[in-house]
């Protein structure tokens, strides 16, 4: 598929569900079993972390079991990852920041990917390459909504998705902020919850990021 009709279908799909969770995980039948259920659960999108030594391995077996699900990579940090993701059939990739390296490379790869941008200067960039959807991160230290609104004026074109310190309690009144796209958060899949295999809990919160994403 070509790289815009891509970018269209995942961007209809967060425009939809509006909560991205955020995984780390380094287990992959762990991995499996928690995006699995974040989808049960009405989570159709994930971003999974490329933070662990076995994550992009984690990332690979993801794609392949979960592939009713839109399955991204995070923490993209170097060129040479972002081929990685894309080979390994990842939806699309996000890093927490951005430079034109990465940039350059996303362009060029036609892999759907949104940059990390922390103000102004951030977001020109992303624009120099192309890139008008983008994640705002860290979203609360950064000024969140404020800081979208801000943009908003110069930039009316670009949507953010708010990343970094977003909590269940806070993301309706986030969704509101009429250029934020979605949110992201790895609040519905701590590690202590993974680490104990404990899917039930998972669910549950899974459930009610979903409702709030409503
Ligand atoms: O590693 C990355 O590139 C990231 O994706 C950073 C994550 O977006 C945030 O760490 C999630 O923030 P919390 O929801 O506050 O845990």
């Not at 994930?46 to 009713?68: D, G, Q, Y």
């Amino acid at each position: 598929m070509e790289m815009q009709m891509k970018m269209s279908a995942i961007l209809k799909q967060l425009s939809q569900v509006r909560v991205l969770p955020i995984l780390v995980a380094d287990d992959v039948q762990q991995a499996i079993r928690c995006v699995a259920t974040l989808a049960e659960n009405g989570l159709s999108a994930v971003e999974i972390t490329l933070r662990t030594p076995n994550a992009m391995n984690v990332l690979a077996e993801v794609v392949k079991a979960c592939p009713e699900v839109c399955v991204g990579a995070g923490t993209i940090l170097t060129a040479q990852q972002l081929i990685e993701v894309q080979d390994t059939g990842a939806a699309f990739g996000i890093s927490p920041g951005i430079t034109p390296t990465l940039a350059h490379a996303a362009a060029d790869l036609g892999l759907p990917y949104f940059p990390g941008v922390g103000g102004a200067s951030d977001l020109m960039l992303a624009l120099e390459h192309g890139f008008n959807v983008v994640k705002l991160f860290p979203s609360d230290l950064v000024g969140s909504t404020k800081m979208a609104k801000a943009l908003g004026g110069p930039f009316p074109d670009v949507r953010f998705c708010l990343t970094g310190g977003v909590t269940l309690e806070a993301t309706p009144q986030l969704l509101q902020q009429s250029n934020v796209l979605c949110v992201g958060g790895s609040w519905m899949c701590p590690a202590s919850l993974i680490e104990a295999n404990n899917w039930a809990a998972i669910a549950k919160l899974a459930a009610a990021a979903a409702i709030a994403g409503k």
